[in-house]
């Protein structure tokens, strides 16, 4: 980029990033560039557990948020229509695009492009989606669906001078955690789910991000570099690979009152992916977290373990059988031979505090022990109501007030209860939302906050 900056110093520079791409580490390339800009190609399949890919969608969204600093990023590929590459090319059904399109701008992207504009004649992709089939006239039910979306995001222009809010709980995705890994022989591998790069490391992050969504909050993702002392709650996915200056930052936050959550897998390894030595949690952390991690136990694909405790459950594939070195017990194994032995623990650290996870809970129980995180913590839900599982709140702010996005990323029509809220839609100050209604499968509202 050196000889770019000298002949165009004026003109902006980007790149088109992968998402969860497995080889690249995007937070080292965003720090070059002016303007983060993403591909995205979620494959909507119109199956029973859909809305998951849309919530891994919404994921890869927030992690371009935090490369941006907040600022707006640019959606710079999507398929307006089904891609030809997918191993089902099903279409997107009614609304499933606006839907993808909105679930950018409510995460605060600032422009939206496809691929492609035209179908071409011939090559490897004349059947990938386009704006232009090769019937060649705006009469598809494509285009007319892509014009639609054009008029109504030219009415959402003021966002793009807006951010998104800060949240209270920052999550750390990290490639060299995810990479020493997965070079590491013995850790369990597995098959990821949907249609995005992944693996243990990135599941265990997915699996935060959908239970912290489920919950309602909102979640900021950021690197291991990036300043997180400002949050109350920051969540380290099986943070394989943890530095000695890592550790201690990790360190000054809860001192100061911050609260960490950690997990299996955590501070196994150095920056040259050697073991750290005198026990894990490594580089210190056994200390913060107040347990020993003795061994680490890789399950079948089929096994799950019992949760019993004050978060009751199922959990999978890693279980780590650790001894507690002043965190107290709150959820134990029901089963397996070490039944009874510590499986979530919290302990305080200065003047904040630790909570870790030793095994991979499924949705339920991680649910549930985000919504205790919540009331312990008196932390702020986008839309504080229950809402129904797929069906997701997001805000974004703008010079006239705040806009929410309520999203139904189901198959089916869902019943919202408002209760004592009222909402105006943006675009129909008319039209009030309160109480229960209906909200159809796939739609997404924009409202008044």
Known sequence: MAPLRE??????????FMGTHETTNYWQWAEHLDVIANDLYPLPDDREDTWRNAIRADFIHSMMRGMSGGKPWMLLECAPSSVNWGKINKLKRPNVHRQEVLQAVANGAGTVHYFQWRKSRGGFEKYHGAVVDHEGSNRSRVFQDCAAIGAELKTLQQLVAGECPMAEVALLYDWESRWALNLSCGPKKIKGQGPFPTDLYTETSFDHYQALTAAGLAVDILSTKSDFSAYKILILPALYLVTDALAQRIRDFVQAGGHVVGTYL???????????????PGAGLREVFGVWNEELDNLHDETRILVEGSINGQARDIVERIHLEGAESHAQAGTEFYVGQSLITEHTFGNGSTAYLATRLELPALKAFYERIIKRYDLRRSLELDLPEGVVFRKR????????????YGRNTMIIDLRNQNFKKFGDAQTVLSGKFELAAYASLILWL
């Open 266 to 280: 955590s501070a196994y390894v150095d920056a040259s992916n050697r073991c750290h030595l005198k026990g894990f």
């Open 397 to 408: 702010e703008t010079a006239n007030g705040t806009l929410g996005f309520l999203f139904n």
């Open 7 to 16: 002949i165009t110093p004026a003109v902006p520079c980007t790149t088109n």
